[in-house]
């Protein structure tokens, strides 16, 4: 099995925006703003994603992130989403993560999800992360699973409907 996590790029195509069409608008918390948007304002959103990678045209209060997208064996299965860093808004009042990410519905159940977590937390060390905190919704058992198997450990909840995980990178 070929793994290969590949950053967003304004070349991305139709393979990558038909798996996206495969993951619902908004899952367990987790935002798919390009699911249901037309070819061409798919494009355009490839286009204010790569921006947003840079730190540029961010709506005001918006953290830069960058995108990645798995894909196994030359397929794209889910994307994810890291954000360049953190601050207390977005941990304290909106109770959401340093990254997240989607499995298209046709790809679950066969650890792609794991696979995607695993390569995204390697990939936090390039923003200088040494640790991450992510917020679950705790009806979310597999995400937390994946959490767990990743070094992750509950620290506390958030509105009686998240747990707050903490997982150190150099695990990883």
Not at 63 to 74: G, K, R, V
Not at 77 to 87: E, L, P, T
Request: with cysteine; glycine share 10%; proline share 3%.
């Amino acid at each position: 099995m070929k793994v290969e996590l590949k950053q967003l790029s304004i070349d991305m195509s139709e393979k990558e925006y038909n798996m996206l069409q495969d993951i619902l608008d908004i899952e367990n918390g987790f935002t798919n703003p390009a699911y249901k948007l037309s070819y061409e304002e798919y494009k355009n959103w490839l286009k204010r994603e790569d921006d947003y990678s840079r730190g540029e045209n961010l709506p005001e209060g918006w953290i830069p992130c960058t995108t990645y997208f798995l894909y196994i064996d030359d397929a794209p299965v889910g994307y994810g989403r890291i954000r360049h860093y953190s601050n207390e808004s977005l941990e304290k009042i909106k109770g959401v993560g340093n990254f997240g990410y989607g499995i298209a519905q046709k790809y679950r159940g066969s650890g792609y999800g794991n696979i995607l977590f695993s390569e995204l937390l390697k990939k936090c060390k390039d923003f200088g992360y040494t640790e991450i905190k992510l917020f679950p919704y705790k009806s979310n058992i597999a995400t937390l699973k994946i959490m767990m198997k990743n070094g992750g450990k509950i620290i506390g909840d958030f509105n009686e409907e998240k747990h707050i995980v903490l997982i150190p990178i150099d695990l990883h």
